[in-house]
């Protein structure tokens, strides 16, 4: 055996085994290294062994459940939720509200022209807004206003029954107060101790937050759907009436109207009372926004109706194409004055342009109900009026709302898709519909 080739090199591999030697012979291996390579081989099996061992891993580097990712933004984070953390959340969320929304059954007298009459039942939900008994729902759940046919009529409900959740005890509900203008309405039953819902600032409500839709859609009891906040103050119009909306594409269906949308806190943002329809659509629903309902639920309570504002004249919207056209203002022309109306006592008269009230320019009826419903009774507004190529102003002092009046303008435009108040759940009212 060759001693030379202490390390079993092979004959052709002189080059390493002579660079070896060289160092060795010179002192400069044994002494420097060979001590050299065997640390760092030490220390990298040190190391290693440790990343090995989780204990010691995360002593060593740390450990994080949660993983965030930096935007360009220089002060802005996202971070990726954990599926198990949205889950528990419609569970928390569910839990907390489905308790405090109950199912409204109406059955109404209905009436042939061919001489028949009978019975039909309509399904909707509502919120439970107190301990002892009142219930918000929508208007049109307990109204057969909304339902029309040719061979068919609707008397007012004869019965309304209120279902509580995981209870088979129905309970009658009487009607406290109705207002169709913001289709809300106020229900009464007898019994105390029930889970008001917890209601919160829709003012507040994001674009792109959770939200759950809780109600009773076609018949299926308490049900949960699921979406985001799609827009905020989405202006809709149904029925001639403008609402200001949450639109979100949690699912409402019929039987959902007067039902809760709610946040991830499990708070009622909103009463779900419109979708859209038509083909394509879908997902594109709207909830009436809880902070807007306050004023008219404790007048409904105390009233048995809303008191408004009122000016007293039908007008139309003068838009911009019309404006130009006949070099006139955009704003509302006055179609007619009512008789002993404010408007007509403040001297307002037939085709006056109004541009104006106090000092906000509106341009159509909507827009000056929208403001004006902000006032007093007794308040005294200011009108812009276009009259005989000249603008001036008009004090106008507001009185109530006469019954059965309103300022608004209807409007229908065909090949639009179609806002619908979310029916209740009936087999002859989808006849109607």
Do not use: W
Not at 128 to 142: A, C, E, K, M, Q
Not at 198 to 211: P, R
Not at 372 to 401: F, H, M, P, S, W
């Amino acid at each position: 055996m060759n001693e030379e080739n202490d390390f079993n090199f092979s004959n052709d591999n002189k080059f390493k085994k002579s660079s070896l030697k060289t160092y060795s012979s010179n002192g400069f291996g044994k002494s420097v290294l060979v001590p050299f390579l065997s640390g760092i081989i030490g220390a990298a099996l040190v190391i290693g062994t440790c990343f090995g061992v989780p204990t010691i891993k995360s002593k060593l580097v740390g450990t994080s459940s949660k993983i965030t990712t930096t935007t360009s933004s220089s002060d802005s984070d996202s971070s990726v939720v954990n599926i198990a953390d949205y889950s528990n959340t419609s569970i928390s969320v569910a839990e907390k509200v489905l308790p405090s929304v109950v199912g409204i059954t109406v059955t109404y007298q209905v009436n042939s022209v061919f001489g028949g009459s009978g019975t039909t039942e309509a399904a909707g939900s509502g919120i439970i807004i107190s301990d002892d008994g009142y219930i918000l729902t929508n208007n049109h759940v307990i109204s057969s206003d909304t339902s029309t046919s040719s061979f068919y009529a609707i008397t007012e409900a004869t019965s309304i029954k209120v279902n509580l959740y995981n209870s088979d005890e129905t309970f009658d509900a009487t009607v406290i107060g109705t207002d169709s203008y913001t289709d809300l309405a106020v229900l009464k039953i007898d019994k105390t101790g029930l889970t008001p819902a917890t209601l919160g600032d829709s003012n507040n409500v994001k674009v792109g937050e959770f939200v759950m839709a809780i109600g009773n859609p076609l018949g299926m009891d308490y049900s949960v759907t699921t979406g985001v906040v799609s827009a905020v103050n989405r202006e809709v119009e149904s029925e001639g009436t403008t609402y200001y909306a949450i639109q979100t594409d949690a699912a409402i269906n019929s039987g959902n109207s007067g039902g809760a949308l709610v946040n991830a806190n499990g708070e009622v943002i909103g009463v779900n009372t419109l979708k859209l329809s038509g083909t394509g659509i879908e997902g594109i629903g709207f909830a009436i926004p809880i902070s807007s309902t306050t004023s008219v639920v404790n007048q409904l309570i105390e009233y048995q109706t809303v008191k408004r504002p009122y000016i007293g004249i039908l007008g139309s919207s003068v838009d911009n194409q019309t404006a130009q056209r006949y070099n006139l203002p955009e704003g509302i022309y006055v179609e007619s004055v009512e008789e002993n109306s404010p408007a007509q006592k403040a001297g307002i008269v037939q085709s006056d342009i109004i541009t104006k009230i106090n000092g906000q320019e509106v341009k159509s009826v909507n827009e000056l109900n929208q403001i004006k419903n902000t006032c007093n009774i007794g308040d005294t507004v200011t009108l812009t009026v276009y009259r005989n190529n000249a603008t001036q102003d008009i004090q106008v002092t507001l009185a109530e709302t006469p019954e059965e009046e309103s300022d608004n303008e209807q409007t229908n435009s065909s090949n639009q898709p179609q806002i619908q108040v979310v029916p209740g759940d009936s087999s002859i009212f989808d006849l109607f519909r």
